[in-house]
């Protein structure tokens, strides 16, 4: 797919595995856990309804370690410590410093449209503090909503007044940028390839 960077003013970006790597395996590797338990903390935590949910805004900082923990208590001392570490399924890319710098170099606005918990959010915002210099973005948990419902696309849209016709969307998510197409955005799946190709050419 040809990126129509010369029609554009506007680029979107979702965070986990765009600007940041989200992964359940960073933050579980810091722990000596058996396999069996591992798996079953992965289900219970980052694979639950209750990780989505707290993307959507239903569970908060305070209540929503105790959702994944209901959803194994056998295992709710094993759960809390990898809550309280939660923060290293974040991580920094090496590239994202770049990649910002290459759409403002060429005059473009910038947001991010994220899927994202305010207990992570809490936890990480320091590792998020590049969006401080965004012109402005919608988080899943404030909007109550997550994508890929058309409604958060068309909050970010109307709150910013971004023509979609002129917007770039980058997602790692297919399903994500396919919304996004469905909203009139030009919609991308991004790859890590994707921002070397840029920065290399």
């Not at 003013?9 to 595995?17: A, S």
Request: aromatic share 14%.
């Amino acid at each position: 797919m040809k990126i129509p960077f010369d029609t554009c003013d506007t680029v979107i970006f979702d965070l986990g595995n765009v600007l940041i790597r989200y992964s359940a395996n960073y933050c579980l590797d810091r722990y000596d856990f058996t396999p069996e338990i591992r798996q079953r903390i992965a289900d219970a935590v980052f694979r639950s309804v209750a990780w989505q949910e707290g993307d959507r805004g239903t569970y908060g900082p305070d209540t929503w370690c105790e959702a994944f923990i209901s959803n194994d208590p056998e295992i709710a001392s094993e759960i809390r410590r990898v809550y309280t570490g939660l923060a290293e399924c974040i991580q920094p890319t090496s590239y994202t410093p770049d990649l910002i710098r290459w759409f403002r170099d060429r005059g473009y606005r910038i947001y991010y449209l994220s899927n994202y918990s305010e207990g992570l959010y809490e936890m990480t915002k320091d590792r998020l503090s590049f969006i401080e210099t965004f012109d402005g973005g919608v988080f899943s948990w404030q909007e109550k909503c997550i994508k890929p419902d058309p409604q958060i696309y068309r909050i970010l849209l109307d709150r910013y007044q971004i023509d979609p016709a002129r917007a770039l969307f980058f997602d790692d998510i297919e399903e994500n940028a396919a919304a996004a197409c469905r909203e009139g955005i030009h919609g991308i799946v991004f790859t890590p390839s994707v921002a070397l190709d840029l920065l290399n050419n």
